[in-house]
């Protein structure tokens, strides 16, 4: 009786688990749509590790001696916000509401100038101790709403008067992706 029991919990688990396995690969799916973002050079500049944001596309050191300071909104004499206005100004200088560089904690490289990626960048934003307390629903209402977050998608234009380039994704792109991304637990890949 016991092994019936057992035979039938098999074969009745057997669609079960190929459910989950397929809710799982179309989670890990939709977090490669996501990272395409994460690992744009205009989210990755203020995501960086090491003293100073970084510019342009080239993702070099920011100019003018420009450091994050202790809560990332740069130094007494260079805050951040001395330059960067609430808007894109015609000079060059990008802007939008708080501009400050993303905590420590929240950096998605492992080293200055190299970009975490797969399981160790999933997994870091996935980090209430990183992230802020953030649990999957926040992180995405993060991205659907975040001022600093919508900037990457008009991010004016440089110095030079070129256009910023703007991540792979449509900033609804992003939001579909994350959204299912958390409704399929937020899996991160192997
Ligand atoms: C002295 C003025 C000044 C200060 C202070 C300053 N910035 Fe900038 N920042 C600029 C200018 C000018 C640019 C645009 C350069 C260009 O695109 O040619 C820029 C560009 C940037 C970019 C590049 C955007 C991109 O993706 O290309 C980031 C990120 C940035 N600043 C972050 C910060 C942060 C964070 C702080 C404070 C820790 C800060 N800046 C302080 C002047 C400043
Ligand atoms: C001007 C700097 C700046 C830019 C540009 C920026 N961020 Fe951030 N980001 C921050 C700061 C500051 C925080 C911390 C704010 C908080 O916790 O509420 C943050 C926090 C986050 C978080 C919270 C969780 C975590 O671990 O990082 C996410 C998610 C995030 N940003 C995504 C993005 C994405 C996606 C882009 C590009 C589309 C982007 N950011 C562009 C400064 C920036």
Same mark, same amino acid.
């Given at each position: 009786m016991m092994k019936l029991v057992s035979i039938l919990i098999f074969f009745l688990s057997m669609p079960l688990a190929a459910a989950s396995a397929a809710e799982s690969n179309d989670s890990i799916a939709a977090w490669q749509q996501v990272e395409k973002v994460l690992l744009h050079p205009r989210c990755l500049n203020c995501h960086s590790a090491g003293d100073s944001p970084r510019q342009a596309d080239d993702r070099h050191v920011h100019q003018f001696r420009v450091f994050n300071g202790h809560e990332g @909104? +740069? @130094? &007494?004499?260079?805050?951040?916000i001395g330059c960067h206005q609430t808007s894109n100004q015609t000079s060059g200088v990008p802007g939008a509401s708080n501009w400050q560089h993303a905590p420590a904690s929240m950096t998605?490289?492992?080293? &200055? +100038?190299i970009a975490m990626k797969g399981r160790q960048l999933c997994q870091s934003l996935r980090d209430p101790k990183k992230n802020g307390d953030r649990n999957l629903a926040a992180l995405v209402e993060h991205l659907r709403t975040e001022p600093l977050v919508l900037w990457a998608w008009s991010p004016g234009k440089n110095a030079r008067g070129e256009a910023r380039t703007t991540p792979p994704l449509s900033h609804e792109e992003l939001i579909s992706y994350a959204s299912l991304w958390s409704n399929t637990g937020g899996k991160c890949p192997p």
């Open positions: @909104k +740069g @130094k &007494p004499g260079a805050l951040c998605w490289e492992s080293s &200055p +100038g």
